[in-house]
């Protein structure tokens, strides 16, 4: 979707290059979200370190997923629009210039007509 939009995306592979702690709050601070909303839930850690307790901080948080980087939800897209966690896919229209790309299918073979902005 992103090239269809006319942008070459720039791709960070995150397990092979993790983010740092500065990263993530940084990207985290310009969503406006916290550290749980990019948790990943179904990776095997997650569970493992016991990660639904709410006794986790926020920093502690953002700890595990440096040390574990599987644990961070993805894709997390940024434009000059904004980031976010664009799952399922289509979110990242939200923060696309250009969302008159016709009609998408995705890998599940869902097919997503965007909207042109006005």
């Given at each position: 979707m992103i090239r269809r939009s006319g942008e070459e995306p720039v791709i960070i592979e995150y397990l092979k290059n993790p983010p740092t702690k500065k990263d993530?709050?940084?990207l985290l601070k310009t969503m406006g979200a916290k550290p749980r909303d990019i948790l990943r839930e179904?990776?095997?850690?997650y569970e493992e370190l016991g990660l639904a307790e709410a006794k986790w901080s926020d920093d502690q948080l953002l700890d595990f997923m440096i040390e574990n980087p599987i644990l961070i939800n993805r894709?997390?897209?940024?434009?000059?629009?904004?980031?976010r966690l664009c799952r399922p896919s289509e979110k990242v229209l939200d923060i696309l210039s250009n969302t008159d790309i016709g009609a998408f299918t995705k890998e599940d073979g869902e097919v997503v007509l965007p909207k042109a902005k006005k």
């Open positions: 993530l709050k940084e179904k990776a095997a850690p894709p997390i897209v940024k434009t000059p629009l904004g980031v």
